[in-house]
Structure formats: C-alpha cells, structure tokens
C-alpha cells in the first residue's frame, strides 16, 4: 500500500469515532462539524469495505474489523505522535513529557518513590504514570511496548527485546506467624500437600520460581489466585496457606503483617528485575534519560540482599 495516496488525518477521525461510536461525539471530541465527520466515516467506509459502526437500536456498535483495528489505530497516533514531537535535544528540565513504565505492584513498591523523585528533580513538568502490567501486556511485549516506554519485570518472561538489569532479589515462602505446622523450615511434602496462594497462575503467567517448583515436580495445591503480590500476605496471615514473595517485599511489610519468611527447600533461582524496551527507542533522547533515570533509581532503593 502506497501510503502517499492516504490521508493520514483519517487515522485521527477513525480513532474519534471507534472510541466514541458516535459522529456526534467524534466531531466534538475534534472540534469538527457532523457532515465532515460523517465525509470522513464514508471514505473509511469506502477504504475498508466494512461499515466499521453498525446501528443496533438506538446506539452503534463496532463491527468486528473495528474492534480489531481499535487497539492498532491508538499504536499508530501514538507512534505518529512521538515521531513529530521528537526534537534535535533534550532538556528535562524544560520537558512535558509524560513517561509510562507497566510494573507490577512489587516493582512500584520496590522503586516506585525513588523514581518518582528523582523525575521530579530533574525534570519537574514531566509526568511519571506507573500502570500495572498484565499477562495480556506481557504476552504481547512487543506490541505493547510501541505505545509505554517500559516494561519492568523479571527475567524469564520477555524475550528478543532490548533491557537493562536493576536489580536482584531472592524467593522466600511465607506462612502466617501463627502457623504451629511448621516449623523453622518447609519440607517438600509440605509444598506439595498445604494449599498455595499462586500470583499470576497460568499457562503464562507465572512467577520464574514457580515454575522452577514445578519442574523439579513440585505441583502446588492452589487455593486461592491473585495478580497482586501485595494482597498475598492478608491471603496468608491467619490461614494454613503457603505463598512465594520476593524477599524485599517482605522486608518492607510491617510487623503487623502476621506472616513470617523462610527459605524455600529447593533452589529457587535469582530474581533478576529488569526493564525491558522496543528497540525503535534505542535513541530516543528522551528514552534514554528516562532509561538511565530508572536505573539511578533502582540503584538507589535497593541494596544487595545478602
């Protein structure tokens, strides 16, 4: 497709309209008259050979080409986007930027404050925006970091992608403080015999420890699943549930948590935190002051567990 034959300035109409559904609101959303709207959605129309929004009742819905193109048509403004504001240098201080990192609740936790403040010491008109990452996010890294700067996560979920390592942590269990089962260390029949809170069980989506668990045949007894690492300890306290967290996690819990930490029977591996970017921004200016801002963080919120 010869792409000087299009007019871009439909990608703008087109996403107007699948996320609003309606040419009223497209056109007040850009500022536009309804029958140049209604020209645009026409020639789109025309383009795709689909009608994009049907009528059902009294309201339109997406046909399915439309929902199919909804989640690329918000890659492509954004990547038009940083393509013009892109500028010769860059001065934090003077940038409006707003930098987007997918980071579990874990990461946030471990580096969130520290990231925080450091941009706003060196660039303080810029915005930072912490969204938490999914296994859909995850599995589709790729695509998903053409439109968020990073992706922060452990190795052994993302690969063929430019990163740069933060920092290590270790793999403990956790088992509530008033737990008489066990004692001052887990055996492996109880790993296979006490029900588990799992984080992020699936397929895919689980933790590199876990599946280190399972490989050495080790099938855990999964009660209760969450894609939150800080609801972990509330599902543990009080219950005879077993649970894997990171060791800083735990150490940045309160006296009050009610769970207490012991080290796994089996070799459960590192965890090596890393942050994960699409090549395409290997020399963005902006990228890399943001890339060498979140190493400074990391450096600085974490210190070598012993």
Known sequence: MNLANLDLNLLVSLDALLEQRSVTRAAQQLGLSQPALSASLARLRRH????????????????????????????ALDGVERVFSAQPEFDPAESTREFSVLVSDYGCAVLGDTLAQLLSEEAPSARLRLAHNTPDAVDQAQQTLLSTDLLVLPHGFVTDLPHAD????????????????????????????????????????????????RMLGIEPRVQVVTESFLTVPGLVAGSDRIALLQERLVQLLPLSAGVRALPPPFDAGPLVEAMWWHPVYDRDLEHEFFR????RAAHQATEPVL
């Open 166 to 213: 933060l920092h290590r942590d270790r793999w403990v269990l956790v088992v509530s403080a008033d737990n008489a089962e066990v004692g001052e260390a887990l055996t492996v029949e109880q790993l296979r015999t006490m029900p588990w809170v799992a984080t992020y069980h699936g397929p895919t989506a689980s933790t590199p420890a876990a599946r280190q668990m």
């Open 48 to 75: 795709f050979g689909d009608e994009l929004l049907s009528r059902v009742g009294n309201a339109y819905r997406l046909t399915p080409l439309a929902a199919q193109l909804r989640p690329r048509v918000r890659l």
């Open 292 to 295: 060498d801002l979140v190493r």
